[in-house]
Nanobody, 118 residues
């Protein structure tokens, strides 16, 4: 059974930092491309950052320069370091995994809430 379990969300003031974690189980972690998405209240889910199994990264323009995605193969975990947080970053953050380089994501986590106060 595949599981992606996010943690690390919470309430933070604008300008602060949080680090999200996503622990994967039931998959061969090294074979998967990982990503973070987010969904703000009343809005559609949007892409935030992705990290391929080869180590290449891509970021949404809205988070570029502030967020960093990384992975620890030994722990089967992907991280999202979020710095200089803004109220607009308030959302539920989801971890996702796919074995292909493009297309739909195979697996999703349940999400973790991030709230940034002004």
């Amino acid at each position: 059974q595949v599981q992606l379990v996010e943690s690390g969300g919470g309430l933070v003031q604008a300008g602060g930092s949080l680090r999200l974690s996503c622990a994967a189980s039931g998959i061969t972690f090294s074979n998967y491309n990982m990503a973070w998405f987010r969904q703000a209240p009343g809005k559609e889910r949007e892409f935030a950052a992705a990290l391929s199994r080869s180590g290449s990264t891509i970021y949404a323009n809205s988070v570029k320069g502030r967020f960093t995605i990384s992975r620890d193969g030994a722990k089967n975990t992907v991280y999202l370091q979020m710095n200089m947080l803004k109220p607009d970053d308030t959302a539920v953050y989801y971890c996702a995994a796919r074995s292909r380089m493009a297309g739909v994501y195979d697996y999703w986590g349940q999400g973790t809430q991030v709230t940034v106060s002004s």
